[in-house]
């Protein structure tokens, strides 16, 4: 009964990973226990087929964005395949991928789909990024040993571990489950039941049993002390976070600068530091911040943040490169755009004012908002007049 609950939440859940990752492990113990003959088989094959096939088609624009990040990480593989980028690559470099991607096909049917991009929905992925295929093959490997220690000792609690790391593997192709603690407790607890037998065999010698317990009881006070030190950060980061929004963000820029030291490398952190020193017109400042998180991270948000701070500091060569960065990143987004044509008007550029009004007019809307019609009627009055001043001359 707790299965079948779980089963039909998943289901009206619409999570097209989980209702896979199910699937997957039904069409498993179906072959096993019930279907023996192969005609049997090879039908339940066509079904799993038919289902992946319906899961693409039940939200195909989601499907087609995914495909499009695997596309652009494609990219970023290429470039260090056998080492990877290291860790929190994807992060720190995927989205200037994918602004090249769109560089170089303009008329691309996903530029609607693009989006401001976090993970690349595939943890194999992930670990291709991070570490590249020395770093996959090395999983290959451990995920070898523990099918070696299930079919040296196979029984029904093994079975169910096995069974439960399958399903987080087949999730993983589609999601982002080891973003969240609960598992990596699941996948550890299902490695120690698949593995016990070794494990108390090595433990069973008492110099490496003190050696272990030695090694976790340290590491498990240096992660208690790092686990509070980082709990007391975020709760004054908090306190900052809440005073600024209510206005109050010139009292809290001492205290983000103390902050900053523990956060040097957060670029969370950084970015909403940048953030509140350009509020307050602390443009040196808050380029100067906002170049370190571009270190750790390759956002929108942050290109535009940048571009208007060196639009402040009259830099405006700088500011179109990262007007124009950011409206790659995102081509069904218009603020980049507004941006853009607003700085050609300081530079009072009538030539490529005309050229960003008309795309903004004949841009697409993904999303229909107030703001948006806004930009396209405010837009439209400004063509209308370097059209008469351009006659007029």
């Known amino acids: 009964m707790a299965g079948f609950v779980i089963a039909i939440a998943v289901i009206l859940s619409q999570s097209r990973a989980g209702i896979m990752s199910i699937a997957f492990i039904c069409f498993i113990l179906l072959n096993r226990k019930v279907f ?16 992946l096939s319906g899961c693409y088609w039940m939200k195909k624009d989601s499907a087609d964005g995914r495909l499009l990040i695997w596309r652009c990480s494609a990219d970023m593989i290429k470039d260090a395949p056998w080492f990877g980028h290291g860790v929190g690559s994807f992060e720190a470099h995927y989205m200037d991928y994918q602004a090249n991607y769109f560089r170089q096909h303009e008329e691309s049917r996903y530029s609607m789909l693009a989006d401001n991009v976090k993970h690349p929905f595939n ?8 570490f590249g295929f020395t770093g996959l093959f090395t999983m290959l490997a451990m995920i070898t040993l523990i099918m070696y ?15 439960s790391l399958i399903s987080i593997s087949v999730f993983s192709f589609f999601s982002y489950p080891f973003t969240y603690p609960f598992t990596w407790i699941v996948m550890l607890l299902c490695i120690a039941i698949l593995t016990r037998e070794y ?14 317990c030695v090694f976790v009881l340290l590491c498990s006070l240096g992660g208690v002390y790092k686990l509070v030190e980082r709990v007391m950060a975020e709760k004054e980061w908090g306190k900052m976070s809440g005073l600024a929004l209510c206005g109050a963000s010139g009292k809290t820029l001492q205290d983000y600068k103390e902050l900053e030291k523990k956060f040097e490398d957060n670029p969370y952190f950084l970015y909403n530091y940048a953030a509140i020193l350009l509020e307050n017109e602390q443009y040196e400042e808050s380029l100067k911040v906002a170049l370190q998180c571009r270190k750790y991270w390759a956002d929108y948000d942050l290109e535009l943040i940048i571009g208007e701070n060196y639009q402040e500091l009259d830099e405006h060569g700088l500011a179109e490169k990262y007007y124009d960065n950011a409206s790659m990143m995102c081509p ?6 507004y941006k853009l044509f607003h700085l050609y008007k300081e530079e009072d550029d009538r030539k490529r004012m005309l050229v960003v009004a008309r795309t903004i007019i004949d841009k697409p809307m993904k999303i229909k908002t107030s703001a948006i019609r806004m930009m396209k009627r405010e837009m439209e009055k400004e063509q209308t007049r370097l059209l008469a001043e351009e006659n007029f001359e």
Not at 123 to 130: F, I, P, T
Not at 149 to 163: D, F
Not at 332 to 337: N, Q
Request: glycine content about 2%; overall charge positive; aromatic content about 8%.
């Open 123 to 130: 943890e194999y992925v992930g670990v291709l990024l991070n």
């Open 149 to 163: 220690c299930y079919k040296k000792q196979p029984c029904v609690e093994k079975r169910t571990a096995l069974y």
């Open 332 to 337: 069904s987004r218009f603020l980049p755009l």
């Open 36 to 51: 023996h003959k192969r005609r049997m088989k090879y039908l339940s094959l066509v079904c799993l087929a038919l289902l």
């Open 199 to 212: 494990v108390v065999m090595i433990l069973a010698r008492p110099m490496i049993k003190n050696v272990v």
